[in-house]
């Protein structure tokens, strides 16, 4: 009974260091991954919260760049992003753009009321607002404003979205920490 505990040492205090490593990097790289997709999610709420856009509009333009471990490498970095082009805007039409006798309403912010841009028009099978330039017939131009990389970046909305992520870390990390640790003594039972 000694002889067999005093050689399964060496052995379960490989483990443990490994299960030390392992364990900190896999909980870190998936806490990390959760909290930015909830952190997506928070933005996308931010952000509809204050300017009037659809939710997949919003979706479609944030992207994660989530931290990974494979084979004892692990890259712990994430970044949540928009990464629109520069100079990138969104048409009015994403706005609730209606057509009326006098030109085009847009609601482009929560709770402020439609405005009317007189004379613009709604074609391109309905995509796209446009107004026309000069008194001819043509040229026209599309009307735009501000696109989800500005609003991800609105200073109200971005420091919302960092102290959630900052309150959710923890509580995130300390579930996958337990996850590993139990899935690890788990295999050592032999279940």
């Known amino acids: 009974m000694k002889l067999s505990i005093s050689t399964n040492f060496p052995d379960v205090q490989r483990e443990l260091d490994r299960l030390q490593k392992d364990v900190a990097a896999q909980a870190t790289a ?5 909290t930015m997709e909830q952190a997506k999610t928070a933005m996308s ?7 009037n856009i659809s939710a997949s509009k919003v979706n479609q333009s944030l992207r994660i760049t989530r931290a990974s471990f494979r084979d004892g490498l692990y ?3 994430a970044a949540l992003e928009s990464p629109a082009k520069r100079g990138r805007s969104l048409n009015l039409i994403n706005f609730a753009a ?8 847009v609601n482009i912010k929560r709770g402020g009321g439609r405005k009317l841009l007189a004379g613009a028009f709604i074609a391109n099978e309905g995509r796209t607002v446009f107004r026309r ?10 009307l735009q404003t501000i696109d989800v990389a500005q609003m991800f970046n ?38």
């Open 98 to 105: 209606r057509q009326t006798a006098k030109g085009v309403t």
């Open 45 to 51: 709420r931010e952000i509809r919260g204050e300017f």
């Open 154 to 191: 609105t200073q109200r909305i971005n420091s919302k979205v960092v102290s959630f992520m900052q309150s959710k870390f923890p509580e995130i990390f300390a579930r996958e920490a337990k996850f590993y640790t139990d899935r690890f003594n788990a295999r050592r039972a032999g279940l």
């Open 75 to 77: 890259r712990i970095t």
């Open 30 to 34: 998936r806490a990390i991954n959760r």
């Open 133 to 142: 330039v000069g008194k001819a017939r043509l040229p026209i131009q599309a």
